[in-house]
């Protein structure tokens, strides 16, 4: 499904960048003037938004460059830090000066079902 332009920027507003197909967030949009002399003088006006993206890192682009989106992105899991895979203690009863290792085992993670990936949407990635 081909997303529509964005004519009228938000802060906050979700966007995909057509250039490099990063999702980011807007975290400021400002309305610009722009003169073309070749044309004219024919008078423009534009956004120039800074988008910020899941890696905390931030670059600034014109309107024209930038597609609604709320798509979630896939991360990594936290608690199984990627692997699919968390280590679980099992009872064995012995105190733990006598303890020899092997009261763990590897169990599938819960929170991604074992994929090592969950999803989340990118307001809860992005730190503001």
């Not at 490099?20 to 044309?39: A, Q, R, V």
């Not at 004219?40 to 120039?48: I, L, P, S």
């Not at 899991?77 to 692997?83: H, L, N, P, V």
């Not at 092997?102 to 307001?123: A, F, N, Q, R, W």
Request: net charge negative.
């Amino acid at each position: 499904m081909e997303s529509k332009p964005i004519t009228n920027h938000d802060q906050y507003d979700q966007v995909r960048v057509l250039a490099s197909d990063k999702i980011g967030i807007i975290i400021m949009c400002e309305t610009m003037t722009i003169i073309n002399k070749n044309t004219g003088w024919e008078r423009k006006q534009v956004q120039e938004c800074i988008v910020k993206f899941p890696d905390q890192s931030t670059k600034t682009y014109i309107g024209h460059e930038l597609r609604y989106n709320d798509d979630e992105i896939e991360i990594d899991c936290e608690t199984c830090d990627g692997s699919g895979i968390v280590e679980m203690m099992q009872e064995c009863g012995k105190v733990a000066s006598m303890c020899c290792g092997g009261c763990y085992i590897d169990v599938e993670c819960d929170e991604c079902s074992g994929s090592g990936t969950v999803e989340k949407p990118l307001d809860e990635i992005i730190k503001f």
